[in-house]
């Protein structure tokens, strides 16, 4: 449930990580590249091996400037090097296609080291004219900024006055500099693209990239084929060749699991995960997650031009009908009953394992599970029951709702049934509408609610942003980079104090804020915080690194750390027989040397933005 298009099994992304903590000024801070593994040199050693991750997300584009569902961000990471990535062990910022940076006294000019071992996959250099020409881009084409606007909105200009030198001038102050999750393209390339609305990349293979994959085919809702890129400055992936399946049906991804036919299944229901823990060469990984699990309202779809449009039912503009649905949902039943204890309770926006932006309502302001309240709140309103216990809207009419759900997500459907028992005795009925894509009926606006779903990164502002006024389509015919078409002055305001504040502490209550007053308007209702539940085959994989490497997932990682690291258990075989066919690494070690420069009377300190509790994006 991500990225634009609503309810990704997602966000995508997603996104962000280091903190800075400023004291008396700004200096430069520089982080040293962080080491290829000894591993990562033996990249050529297997023989014929595939890694077959199962998904069952279609892919919105292959256009980085496009794309944000989960699954094709996720394959962004592979394809396409960042300015920054972050460590798998713990998410703090670290290099990747810059080497170091810093920012000006007056924080308004950034500048990065490129590094110099970086090459597209077709043998031309990767420079910080392809990062200058990516930002350009997205600052001068509309559309171009589809998926990753935020980012770039406040930059003032972008220069490259050497190859390996990129100069960020802003506005004003952004705190996410060191953050910037927006995949560099080759301007050689792109530069020849006409209609970036149009222009999905996905008509020419190999695709040109400089991350450890390149992407060699694609068929619509069948497949997507990724290479190693052997010039990956870093190494190059163990196995041969990476492909994500697509399978509409999760009992037959979990099937194919179980025969072998594909290595690693995420998003398994807790079902499939305890059948699964019994099985011969299949391993379960179990940890907390990064995403939420929500109902959206329709908040009356609108556009920036001040036009509405969409069908979304005219009583859920009532606050007096958010509250009472938000009050009739039993959030601890669900995380019982349907996620089987695999989730936790659902309170503020961004979840638990993020753990300095983690924010739960208290006292009066939370609204737990109250059905006698739900029903005074309507009745307080107007909103009388008739003869045969039906609720009346404004009009005379029952009221009944539609709630958006994906046909291949069980939980909806789950869910989905106990929301028509809770809402039905209030006298409110409820159609479960479930598509194999909601795509089309979310961004036009016919809905009235909405199953949605993010996955946070580390820096929690893109899946902030997504509520702003400024995501709004420009117009009705337009596609937004909103999610639910929020638009709230007072959650613009808190979202345009923190993008520009450097003090980790300030910023960190300044989100809290956003997350409590989106909270109190009611058109996001966070259910749950579900676990990473996934599988894999380990007669395939030897090993693989969770992002955190405590505890973490697999899927939808931050950086490319599980699929470039794993390794090919037949490669780890031969390795322990002698042969030295294979790798011996079972895992993947990433180092980071900090230098921390004090200069002109000022001291810029990198920090992570995540606790030891909290963990990953996306």
């Not at 929690?460 to 337009?478: E, F, M, N, Q």
Request: hydrophobic share 40%; proline share 6%; net charge neutral.
């Amino acid at each position: 449930m991500v990225t634009k298009v609503p309810s990704r099994p997602l966000p995508r992304r997603p996104r962000r990580a280091a903190r800075l903590l400023l004291a008396a000024g700004l200096a430069s801070a520089s982080l040293a590249a962080l080491p290829a593994t000894t591993a990562a040199a033996e990249d050529d050693k297997s023989g014929g091996t595939t890694l077959t991750v199962a998904v069952s997300q279609s892919i919105d584009s292959l256009s980085p400037f496009l794309a944000q569902k989960l699954t094709s961000t996720s394959i962004h990471r592979l394809a396409y090097e960042y300015l920054t990535n972050y460590d798998p062990k713990d998410a703090r910022t670290v290099p990747a296609f810059a080497t170091e940076w810093s920012a000006s006294a007056d924080k308004l000019t950034w500048t990065y080291r490129i590094r110099e071992d970086s090459t597209w996959s077709d043998g031309k250099p990767a420079t910080a004219e392809d990062a200058a020409w990516t930002f350009n881009k997205m600052m001068t084409d509309p559309n171009a900024a589809t998926a990753n606007g935020s980012f770039t909105a406040n930059f003032a200009e972008v220069t490259a006055p050497d190859p390996r030198t990129l100069v960020i001038r802003l506005k004003k102050p952004q705190a996410t500099m060191t953050a910037l999750d927006v995949p560099i393209v080759p301007k050689h390339v792109w530069e020849k693209v006409g209609d970036f609305s149009k222009f999905n990349n996905d008509r020419q293979f190999p695709i040109v990239g400089n991350g450890p994959f390149v992407i060699t085919d694609f068929k619509v809702d069948q497949y997507i084929k990724l290479k190693p890129n052997k010039k990956f400055w870093r190494g190059a992936p163990k196995f041969d060749e990476l492909v994500f399946k697509y399978y509409k049906d999760g009992d037959a991804a979990v099937a194919a699991l179980q025969k072998g036919e594909v290595s690693f299944v995420p998003n398994l229901t807790p079902a499939q995960a305890a059948a699964l823990k019994t099985q011969k060469d299949i391993k379960v990984n179990d940890a907390p997650g990064r995403r939420f699990y929500a109902l959206a309202t329709n908040p009356g779809a609108r556009a920036q031009d001040g036009k509405t449009f969409g069908n979304g039912h005219p009583a859920l503009l009532d606050p007096a009908v958010r509250k009472a649905l938000f009050l009739s949902v039993d959030r601890a039943t669900l995380v019982d009953k349907v996620f089987q204890g695999h989730a936790v309770e659902g309170e503020g926006y961004i979840p638990p394992r993020f753990g300095s932006y983690f924010w739960k309502p208290e006292g009066a302001q939370r609204r737990g599970y109250d059905p006698a309240a739900a029903a005074k709140a309507l009745d307080d309103a107007g909103y009388r029951k008739n003869g045969e216990g039906k609720r009346l809207g404004k009009d005379g009419r029952p009221l009944n709702f539609r709630i958006l759900c994906h046909a291949t997500d069980p939980n909806d459907k789950a869910v989905g049934k106990y929301l028509q028992e809770w809402w039905g005795a209030l006298g409110i009925g409820l159609t479960v509408e479930c598509l194999d894509s909601v795509s089309d009926p979310w961004v036009k606006g016919d809905y009235d609610l909405a199953f949605d779903g993010w996955s946070v990164n580390p820096d929690p502002d893109y899946v902030l942003s997504i509520h702003t006024c400024g995501t709004l389509p420009a117009t009705p015919k337009d596609t937004g980079a909103t999610d639910n078409f929020i638009c709230d002055k007072e959650f613009d305001e808190l979202y345009a104090q923190q993008a520009v504040e450097y003090d980790t502490a300030k910023r960190a209550d300044l989100v809290k804020r956003m997350q409590s007053r989106l909270y109190d308007t009611g058109y996001m209702n966070v259910m749950a915080y579900p676990n990473a539940l996934e599988a894999y085959r380990t007669d395939q994989i030897a090993s693989i690194t969770t992002m955190p490497e405590a505890a973490g997932n697999l899927w939808g990682q931050d950086g490319y750390w599980s699929w470039w690291s794993a390794v090919p258990a037949a490669s780890a075989s031969a390795s322990a027989s002698g042969d030295g066919s294979g790798s011996s690494s079972t895992g993947v070690w990433i180092g980071v040397g900090a230098a921390v420069v004090v200069a002109a009377g000022g001291l810029l300190l990198l920090r992570t933005r995540r606790r030891a509790t909290a963990d990953d994006r996306e």
